[in-house]
């Protein structure tokens, strides 16, 4: 018995030391367990902040030995597609007319025939409403603020195609505008009144929810549509931990690449409100098993809006509460000027409080800390870099200009805005890691692009590459004796890794293995070192 106890202890052991599996790198997450019925649940927005503000959950790097590095990716250091992420942009380009498109783009609401409405909210600065169209889809209608006319929805409409472009799982969000008369009241619908006390709804109501909402140059209501997502909705998700009644959840989203690298995006387009109120569980179903979709929404307070209002300057300044900045204020009487404070903003309503003279994404934050953007890591901002960066200017233009500001001057100042904070993002981020990418075998050589360098950013110099013989069992590399070129060398078994260096950055490095299975080798693993 002892003897077979070794011999599977040995086995297991050899298992843990062999560095890559055959089927290496994956591109997508393990098929689904069936999830069953997963429970709705909704979190406390003011608990949230507290908890937080005082004691960030999570599982933190800063507070651990040796940082943990990015979970749920392969071996090419790219998240797995699924149920969080897909690969869009990067990888394929995605067309303007796609990018412009965003998520689904063929079902905006339908325009023959009426909508009625069958749930409402009147109280705020903002109302909305629920409603059917004639073809029976169901959307959520979102408004301006009337101090912001195109503010809210603009940045809706934009903040959701950049993401969708990226990979994230988005609403199906369509900018509209629509006559006063396309509107009918559905039976039993109810409003809340100030004390929290249902009544019936009536056509007063929907008329006087109108008048807080700025019609247009055509005397139409501008507004975000948001196509019902499809599956059970089952509450948002927290950007640490995991959900214990979600089976196939079981990496702490304070460790996933694709949520630390959202930490990046959402500096880029100053989604300072990126919170788990504003995240979205959805359990669908597919090929019979049913499982968790994960999306983001409520992006209408991005890109200069605070969705009721124009952000606040101090939008991805500082938090709303830190103890250093509090302090800060405390012995100086008030009067520390935050860096934040100094920026100039151009009044353009349509827009609120954005710029990009003083944005610094390495001090950029959200409204208060999260674990999963506190976590990030240098290969973590190099992943979420190249993907802010694969959206070119004439890109930029497009998605923009589909917002259909009235005003081109503030058309032109989002568009001028974006295009320095991507290149700000790059500069930053690139220069952190060896910026080397898009490796290729060609020729008997191997091949890579250096992204800083086609950025126009300048690139990590002259490289040098020394190839390495791995023992994939045991997970152990030796030298191939004279093998430092680009060449691939000849021999050095079904595994050789090329580790290359920088004469001008010596502490960075990149090891890149290739897997020899009959005539033609394959890059299955790239790590970054810095």
Not at 394 to 422: F, G, N, Q, T
Not at 427 to 436: E, G, Q, T
């Amino acid at each position: 018995m002892s003897r077979l106890i070794l011999l599977f202890l040995a086995t297991l052991s050899g298992l843990w030391a062999q560095k890559l599996r055959p089927d290496d790198p994956l591109e997508f997450e393990l098929k689904p367990v069936n999830a069953g019925d997963v429970a709705r649940r909704k979190l406390s927005d003011y608990y949230d902040v507290v908890t937080h503000t005082l004691k960030t959950p999570g599982e933190l790097n800063k507070n651990l030995p040796a940082p943990i590095p990015a979970k749920a990716i392969n071996t090419l250091g790219d998240p797995l597609q699924g149920a969080w992420w897909v690969k869009r942009h990067y990888y394929k380009p995605l067309s303007e007319a796609e990018l412009v498109a965003g998520p689904g783009g063929h079902k905006p609401p339908s325009m023959e025939g009426q909508w009625t409405v069958v749930g409402a909210k009147s109280e705020g600065i903002t109302p909305g409403f629920v409603m059917v169209d004639s073809a029976k889809e169901v959307y959520y209608i979102k408004f301006d603020p009337l101090t912001n006319p195109e503010m809210a929805t603009g940045a809706d409409h934009i903040a959701i195609r950049l993401l969708y472009a990226f990979g994230y799982h988005v609403p199906e969000n369509y900018l509209i505008e629509f006559p006063e008369s396309i509107l009918v009241l559905g039976k039993d619908v109810t409003l809340a009144d100030r004390l929290g006390r249902r009544r019936s709804m009536t056509h007063r109501d929907l008329s006087e929810m109108l008048q807080k909402v700025q019609k247009t140059a055509g005397g139409k209501y501008r507004a975000t549509a948001s196509r019902s997502i499809p599956g059970k909705a089952v509450g948002p998700y927290r950007f640490y931990g995991t959900r214990r009644d979600d089976p196939n959840d079981y990496v702490p989203h304070e460790h996933r690449r694709d949520q630390r690298g959202l930490g990046v995006i959402s500096a880029w387009i100053d989604h300072d409100d990126s919170r788990a109120i504003n995240n979205y569980d959805a359990l669908v179903e597919a090929d019979g098993q049913k499982y968790v979709k994960h999306y983001i929404l409520d992006l209408g307070s991005a890109l200069g809006s605070g969705t009721q209002r124009a952000n606040s300057p101090r939008s991805g300044g500082e938090y709303l509460f830190g103890w250093k900045q509090s302090a800060v204020q405390l012995f100086t009487l008030g009067l520390a000027i935050p860096d934040w404070a100094k920026a100039h903003y151009p009044h353009f309503p349509s827009i609120g409080e954005f710029e990009y003279e003083r944005f610094d994404p390495e001090t950029w934050v959200p409204e208060y800390p999260n674990p999963a953007f506190m976590n990030r890591l240098p290969d973590d901002e190099f992943w979420a870099a190249k993907q802010v960066m694969s959206m070119r200017d004439d890109e930029i233009k497009a998605v923009v200009k589909s917002a259909k500001y009235s005003d081109p001057k503030a058309e032109a100042w989002m568009i001028e805005c974006l295009i320095h904070r991507r290149d700000k993002i790059g500069k930053a981020y690139y220069k952190k890691v060896l910026p080397l990418d898009n490796f290729q075998i060609r020729n008997g050589l191997l091949v890579w692009e250096d992204i800083s360098d086609k950025a126009g950013f300048g690139g990590g110099g002259l490289y040098n590459v020394q190839w390495l013989s791995l023992d994939n069992a045991a997970g152990t590399t030796s030298a191939i004796t004279g093998a430092n070129s680009y060449d691939i060398p000849s021999s050095g078994g079904p595994y050789r890794v090329a580790h290359i260096t920088s004469v001008s950055r010596p502490k960075q490095s990149v090891d890149v293995t290739l897997r020899f299975e009959g005539s033609t080798p394959q890059v299955v693993a790239i790590e970054r070192h810095w």
